[in-house]
């Protein structure tokens, strides 16, 4: 089945500690996004791409770091600097012009 | 960046009863979306407008891209429980990344 998956579903972070939020898709698409949930908000974008090996920062970037190597992949690290990291993730990805389709997110919470 | 007025932020509503929520904006938009979202999951697009005045319906729900262009809504008809979720707008600009409303929280009482 063609689809988006973030991976894992629930992440804990330690004080210090930077963690890796996976997202992969087999759409064929060419831009993919990361975006911030918090509890009775909308989306916030964090950072997105739109062909491999290229990315921009979105209205929430410092805090965060992506890479996007290959056109399938586009994972998110949430670093030590970013002071308040519990939220539900959500990457989404689309052809050009197109309607955005979204995984089913990571929650990450602090331990 | 710029932001969508999306009423009301929360809805209780009856079983069968219909729903209408609406998003607008000060600016201009060349496509309209609306997605659904679950708790614990992500959303679901639920229709895309693309034109001004344009009215398209998926099954129980109805939605309309305003002529203005800077405004959009959807109906929900006959309501049912498993409509209860987050429903959000977006709106697409040419050039320039999809903005998202706050969402409108719905809770269908059986």
């Known amino acids: 089945d063609g689809g988006i998956t973030q991976s894992p579903k629930y992440l804990f972070r330690k004080e210090g500690q930077n963690v890796t939020l996976s997202c992969e898709q087999n759409l064929n698409h060419d831009a993919m996004y990361w975006y911030r949930q918090d509890p009775g908000q909308g989306l916030r974008l964090i950072y997105y791409?739109?062909?491999?090996?290229?990315?921009q920062k979105g209205d929430i970037a410092e805090g965060y770091s992506v890479s996007r190597e290959k056109k399938e992949s586009f994972p998110l690290t949430v670093t030590s600097a970013q002071k308040n990291p519990t939220a539900f993730y959500l990457c989404?990805?689309?052809?050009?012009?197109?309607?955005?389709?979204f995984g089913d997110g990571t929650r990450l919470s602090i331990l | 960046g710029q932001q969508l007025n999306q009423s009301p932020q929360s809805m209780f509503i009856q079983e069968g009863e219909d729903v209408s929520m609406n998003c607008t904006s000060s600016s201009i938009f060349n496509t309209w979306l609306w997605y659904k979202q679950d708790p614990g999951e992500g959303p679901v697009l639920l229709i895309a407008l693309y034109k001004a005045g344009e009215l398209t319906s998926n099954g129980r729900l109805t939605a309309q891209f305003g002529i203005t262009r800077k405004d959009s809504f959807l109906n929900i008809s006959a309501s049912i429980p498993s409509d209860v979720g987050i429903y959000f707008c977006a709106g697409l600009r040419r050039g320039s990344r999809l903005t998202f409303g706050e969402g409108t929280q719905l809770t269908v009482n059986p």
């Open positions: 791409s739109q062909i491999v090996n290229d990315f």
């Open positions: 989404a990805s689309t052809p050009h012009g197109e309607p955005q389709h």
